[in-house]
């Protein structure tokens, strides 16, 4: 079992910034990477920035320049500084974690809205 507990969400005008964390527990092994989806009201769930266990990244179009994705591997927790927030990014952001063949887990999610 792994769990994964979000935190740093909330409300920012456009043009502010958030620092999101992802504290991750439990069977933390085989970990092939890390990262954050998002999804808005009506839309699918997307993916937004990822890092691998060999520290390579990887980020949608939407958010490059923007948002940086890091990892804390003594604390077992990923971070996605946002900055630059546009009300486009207003969404649930969820954290993840992928071991390859023993799945993947998600975390509840956190709110980020930005306003205009």
């Known amino acids: 079992q792994v769990q994964l507990v979000e935190s740093g969400g909330g409300l920012v005008q456009a043009g502010g910034s958030l620092r999101l964390s992802c504290a991750a527990s439990?069977?933390?092994?085989?970990?092939?990477?890390m990262g954050w989806y998002r999804q808005a009201p009506g839309s699918q769930r997307k993916l937004v920035a990822l890092?691998?266990?060999?520290?390579?990244?990887n980020y949608a179009d939407s958010v490059k320049g923007r948002f940086t994705i890091s990892r804390d591997n003594a604390k077992n927790t990923v971070y996605l500084q946002m900055n630059s927030l546009k009300p486009e990014d207003t969404a649930v952001y969820y954290c993840y974690l992928d071991r390859g063949s023993l799945g993947v887990s998600w975390g509840r999610g956190t709110q980020v809205t930005v306003s205009s």
């Open positions: 439990g069977s933390i092994f085989s970990v092939t990477a």
């Open positions: 890092i691998t266990s060999g520290e390579a990244t």
